[in-house]
């Protein structure tokens, strides 16, 4: 089975160019700036370290307090089907990691202080494993064994390569290549760059043909060091206000759970997929485009009242994420440059589905005005008190899926991405959705210590039975009637089941009565 890019990519959604355009028109409408592009120059000292991005930093620390842990790992396997050139290939990856220098960095304390440390280019030899000899059934088996064991281990930040790639090889013509970056040196969109760079490398390499790509203007590095420039400005504390007037008094969104909460967050996690008919789809964007919405707010709507269904709580707080890439130098630079941003909306006083989505739009665009500072930068100033049973801030993330991945083309390679479950999560919820030919996708991945897949099954059939609702119904429909439509559907399945158990009672019943005749 194939994976989905949203499966991939860590949750990663980004203002597309017709988001953009939405937003700049409903800034304008109220007498404010639109989006303002920020030169990032390349740095001007010759040294190897340099200061770490408010993201890597957070990584950084938390790496320290979960030694050995391989939670922010980023784990991919590619299917490789065709004839493969291992020099080509080794070459590509060579010419990948000189390209971007992250790739080579490595992290370590100086004077108690973390820095960034960029390795020279060296030479990189592809590891291969041979399942030749296995039979097909178990080659199988064994791929996602050596897939998952190679996404779990650790990295040591301080002297590993933060990028491992390995090959598998199960005949001729038929090879797996796992791919493994640490979350301090990549995101989503960057696994999207490094699967386009590689394309276009091998591509060129086969042939024995140069490098059509051209050097980078910047590196992640210019960015680090921009980033901290550029936030002893007056951008700081602009965005510092609005943060901590809008995140004041934050509720933690208490969904119910089949099982307490441990006490130190572990991390593990499964996933469930979700498939909309493209018809419905299509409704949805319609939808969308009639009220000036985008889908993303379409759908983050109808998720937050599936949460206020279940929780009962009227101030519902969901993350989110941006690729924060608005600077066009750093659009094909690998990097840490996704930002998470937390969305509250207020569904008190039985609001209409249109006035809901009018809210969630207005809190969405004021959130993207002001996402440029980083989370972690945000969680150090609000002074949160520690909790390792949960993430900070929020607990459940919605993600609509815009990421820079166009086909693959790898000559004569036919490429494919490979389905593999890790059993890691970082949230109690991620719902990640992605539109595809076929229609909307999605992927429910959920934390295992505090759900059921049961519960999980029936969150995702309210979810697709609320998306249903919502396109059929009037949009002043209110917000006890669509959650009335969810009551009715479990009253009328818990009488199915009720009706069940009764019949196989009296079967018992009549068996018993037989046997004592």
Same mark, same amino acid.
């Given at each position: 089975m194939l994976i989905h890019m949203s499966e991939l990519s860590q949750n990663i959604s980004d203002i597309s160019p017709k988001k953009l355009a939405l937003l700049s028109k409903l800034l304008r409408e109220k007498g404010q700036n639109t989006l303002k592009t920020q030169v990032i120059t390349p740095r001007k000292s010759e040294l190897n370290y340099y200061p770490l991005s408010f993201s890597q930093r957070r990584l950084w620390f938390l790496s320290q307090l979960e030694e050995g842990s391989d939670a922010y790992n980023m784990p991919a396997a590619l299917q490789l089907t065709g004839t493969i050139e291992i020099t080509a290939l080794e070459q590509t990856l060579r010419e990948i990691v000189r390209r971007h220098e992250v790739l080579r960095t490595n992290f370590v304390a100086i004077n108690g202080a973390p820095v960034q440390v960029i390795n020279p280019a060296r030479a990189m030899t592809l590891p291969l494993v041979n399942l030749q000899a296995l039979? %097909?059934?178990? *080659?199988?088996? %064994? !791929?996602?064994?050596?897939? #998952?064991? %190679?996404?779990?281990?650790?990295?040591?930040?301080?002297?590993?390569?933060?990028?491992?790639?390995?090959?598998?090889?199960?005949?001729?013509?038929?090879? !797996?290549?796992?791919?493994?970056?640490?979350?301090?040196?990549?995101?989503?969109?960057?696994?999207g760059i490094f699967i386009q760079e590689f394309s276009i490398l091998y591509k060129a390499f086969s042939k024995g043909a140069p490098s059509p790509l051209p050097d980078l203007p910047i590196q992640y590095?210019?960015?680090?060091?921009?980033?901290?420039?550029?936030?002893? @400005?007056?951008?700081?504390? @602009?965005?510092?206000?609005?943060?901590?007037?809008?995140?004041?008094?934050?509720p933690i969104l208490e969904l119910p759970t089949n099982r307490p909460r441990p006490a130190v967050q572990s991390f593990r996690g499964t996933r469930q997929f979700l498939h909309l008919p493209k018809t419905l789809t299509e409704e949805l964007k319609a939808l969308s485009h009639r009220e000036q919405v985008t889908l993303f707010i379409t759908m983050l709507t109808v998720f937050q009242i599936l949460l206020h269904y279940y929780t009962g709580q009227n101030d519902i707080v969901v993350g989110t994420d941006v690729a924060n890439r608005n600077h066009t130098d750093i659009e094909k630079v690998i990097g840490f440059f996704v930002n998470q941003l937390v969305l509250r909306t207020n569904l008190s006083g039985n609001p209409t589905f249109q006035e809901l989505l009018t809210q969630t739009r207005e809190v969405s665009l004021e959130a993207y005005t002001h996402q440029d500072l980083p989370f972690d930068k945000l969680v150090g100033a609000l002074n949160l008190k520690r909790d390792i049973s949960? @993430?900070?801030?929020? *607990?459940?993330? &919605? !993600?609509?899926?815009?990421?820079? #991945?166009?086909?693959?083309? &790898?000559?004569?390679?036919?490429?494919?991405?490979? %389905?593999?479950?890790?059993?890691?999560?970082?949230?109690?919820?991620?719902?990640?959705?992605?539109?595809?030919? *076929?229609?909307?996708?999605?992927?429910?991945?959920?934390n295992t210590d505090l759900f059921e897949a049961s519960t999980i099954a029936r969150l995702l059939e309210h979810f697709e039975m609320l998306l249903h609702s919502v396109v059929t119904q009037p949009l002043n429909t209110r917000l006890n009637a669509l959650e009335q439509i969810l009551a009715e559907a479990d009253r009328q399945k818990q009488l199915i089941k009720d009706k069940k158990l009764e019949e196989a009672t009296a079967q018992k019943l009549n068996k018993a009565k037989r046997k004592s005749i």
């Open positions: 039979p %097909e059934v178990e *080659q199988s088996t %064994e !791929v996602q064994r050596l897939a #998952i064991a %190679e996404g779990q281990r650790p990295f040591d930040l301080t002297k590993d390569p933060l990028l491992r790639v390995t090959l598998l090889r199960l005949n001729e013509k038929f090879h !797996v290549l796992l791919v493994t970056m640490h979350h301090i040196i990549s995101d989503g969109w960057s696994i590095a210019d960015f680090a060091c921009w980033q901290h420039q550029w936030l002893q @400005t007056e951008v700081l504390e @602009t965005n510092l206000s609005y943060w901590k007037k809008q995140l004041a008094n934050i949960r @993430t900070p801030l929020f *607990q459940i993330k &919605f !993600v609509l899926q815009n990421t820079p #991945i166009s086909a693959l083309e &790898f000559s004569e390679l036919n490429v494919s991405f490979l %389905e593999v479950n890790y059993g890691t999560t970082k949230l109690d919820l991620l719902l990640d959705m992605e539109e595809t030919e *076929q229609g909307l996708v999605g992927a429910l991945e959920y």
